[in-house]
Every structure is written in C-alpha cells, then in structure tokens.
C-alpha cells in the first residue's frame, strides 16, 4: 500500500479583524428596530459564542451594510483568489516545492459562487502545469476541509510519486443576510469568520510528515435538513438546526469506534484529537465525550476562539497547529468534521 503523508499547512487571513467587544455596536444597530428582548438574547449569544475574534474580506461597516446578492458574491470571488494565491504560495514555500511540481489541485469553498473554480485561477496566478487534475470541492459545508483529505489520499495512493494541494477559502461574511432574523442566522454571524488554509500531501517515498492510514465518512439518515444553505434572491440563507449537537452526541459512538478498529486502533491509542470546532456547543458536546477518557480538543477551542468558525478551513488551523508540535513516531491523531449531508468525516494519521 502506497502512504500519503501531509507534508505541511498554511494559513492565510484577509485584512480585516475585530474582536467581539468592537463587532456588538455593529449588531446593536442592525438589530435596532427588533424587540429589547431579542436584542439582548442575540448580544448573550455572541458573548457567549467562545470566540474572541473574526477576520473579514470586509470591513465591518460594509458587512452590516445592506448590498446585492451579486456585489457580496464579486467581493467573496476577488478575495477568494488573493487569499487562495497567498495560502497555496506559502505553503509551497514551507514545503520547498515548486508550484508546477503539484500532480494534483482540490480547492474547497461553500460561501460563495465561482465559474471558473478557485483552482483555475491558481493554475495561471501560480503557474501550475497544464495537466495538473482540478477537482472543485463546492458543496460540503464546514465538512469540506476533510473531505479534501479524503480524497486528496485517494488520488495518491493510487499513484506513488505524486504531490497534491488542497486549498480551503471561506467568507462567511459575505453570506451574511440583513433581513434574516432567525435564530440560525443570529448563531451563523456570531460564531462565523473567514480564512484560508492550504494542505500539501504527498506519495513520494521521501515525503516527510504524519501519513493517513485511514479516511471514511458517515452519513445521518434523514438529516438533510440539518445544515446548509438555501440560494434566495439576497444571497445564501444560513440553514442550522438547533438539534446538531445533540444529534452528534447521539450518533457519536457509532462515528467513531466503528472506524478506529476498521484501520486497527482506538481510543486508547489517541493521542490527538484533531476535530473541527463547529461551535461552542458542539465543542462542549465532543469534549464530554472524551474528558473523562484523559483526552482534551484544547486546540479545538483555541482555534475558534483566534478565529471563530471559518467552514471547511477551520479543522486545517487546527491541524496546522499539530504539524507545528514535537510529537513522538507512532502516536496517532484522529481528524474530524461535520458538515451539511448531515455528515461526518475522518482521517486517522500516523506520525
């Protein structure tokens, strides 16, 4: 069997950032004419949110100022491409590879439209080779970032010698809608920042770096519902149904142990746990689980706390911040997304 080792991570943030203190008189004012009883209940939930700051590709009065579906949409398309370019550069760099030497290209995006995908403006922004294999990842939500793992691996394992990027942007600012007052966007805008992260892999015999030695999904039954968006005139309209948490909890066994003992491991021998912060109640659902076990996401919660949620490039920060530890050979670390499907993903690694 060919190994895929991850080679390096990278992050890039747009130019905005503030903190939470500084976003509530934005919120203040757009909610100014809701009952006192909701304003308070929306200003708890983002104080409450667990996270510190966000960055934009916006400033902060311009994402609270009302704007067409289109005008947010051509925003999210020219800063997806500075930020993509900067990512896919800098982790080229860290890994010392030259961009034509990439075999194979999945970008990862859900916030917005592009036709072109990402990747085909980077073939020409970077001067990737002609031949390089596109593959547009565009509608798994926060999941995405693993799925590109997912099948980043499976392109590779197929073809030893091989290198692959995958480059995950998001701007959940610029799907923010001004006339939804629903309890699933209030969540959205708290918790929701933007960012980009770049994932290198390799089948070269030489790669450095942890190797995969095993990657799966699982889907809820009848949880389409769950999460996502809904394309309406003003844009894409947040979908995020207040029972994912518990949901998760309750399928969290079957997600898990299953999967650990089809690629020869367990909880046990976890070390790293890896995991996408959705939000503070989800992290607080999956820490319960493993608490108890001597286990902590620590860098599950530090992560959406410097950043809040940036969809699929979150659970790359959070990686990234593994890759930069001195970890022992042999111990493991489990990857771990949840996403609109209702899904979740995995890739179990090896360092």
């Known amino acids: 069997m060919i190994d895929t080792r991850i080679v390096t991570v990278s992050k890039s943030l747009p130019p905005y950032c503030r903190e939470t203190p500084e976003i509530l008189p934005y919120v203040e004012r757009w909610l100014g004419e809701q009952e006192p009883r909701f304003r308070r209940k929306v200003l708890k939930i983002f104080e409450g949110a667990a996270v510190d700051k966000r960055y934009s590709i916006m400033e902060a009065e311009d994402v609270f100022t009302e704007t067409s579906f289109e005008e947010k949409n051509r925003l999210y398309a020219d800063a997806v491409q500075g930020l993509g370019s900067d ?28 036709i072109p995908s990402l990747d085909a403006y980077l073939v020409n922004k970077l001067g990737l080779r002609q031949d390089v ?11 995405a970032g693993v799925s590109g793992l997912i099948y980043a691996r499976n392109f590779l394992r197929s073809n030893p010698g091989k290198r692959a990027a995958v480059v995950a942007v998001e701007s959940p600012t610029a799907t923010f809608q001004h ?10 805008v708290a918790i929701f920042g933007d960012g980009a992260a770049c994932v290198l892999l390799s089948s070269e015999e030489t790669a450095p770096g942890p190797r995969i030695i095993g990657d799966g999904m699982y889907h809820f039954p009848d949880a389409t519902h769950m999460m996502g ?35 020869g491991s367990n909880i046990e021998k976890l070390s790293h746990l890896i995991f996408h912060p959705g939000g503070k109640k989800i ?50 670390g489990l990857v771990l997304s949840f996403g609109p499907g209702f899904s979740a993903q995995r890739v179990l690694l090896e360092w």
């Open 179 to 188: 006339n939804d007052f629903s309890m699933a966007n209030m969540v959205s």
């Open 229 to 263: 968006f809904e394309l309406t005139n003003p844009g894409l309209k947040m979908i995020l149904d207040p029972s994912v948490p518990d949901t998760i909890n309750e399928h969290f066994d079957a997600i898990i142990h299953p999967f650990l003992r089809e690629h």
């Open 283 to 332: 992290v607080q659902a999956v820490e319960e689980r493993f608490k108890p076990l001597g286990k902590n996401i620590d860098d599950t919660r530090e992560t959406l706390r410097q950043y809040g949620n940036m969809s699929s490039a979150t659970v790359l920060y959070v990686l990234q911040r593994f890759m930069q530890k001195e970890i022992s050979a042999g111990e493991q």
């Open 87 to 114: 990512v896919l550069k800098k982790a080229l760099d860290q890994a010392g590879w030259e961009a034509d030497s990439l075999d194979y290209i999945i970008t990862v995006s859900c916030t917005g439209i592009m």
């Open 133 to 143: 294999i596109r593959l547009p990842v565009t509608e798994m939500g926060c999941a």
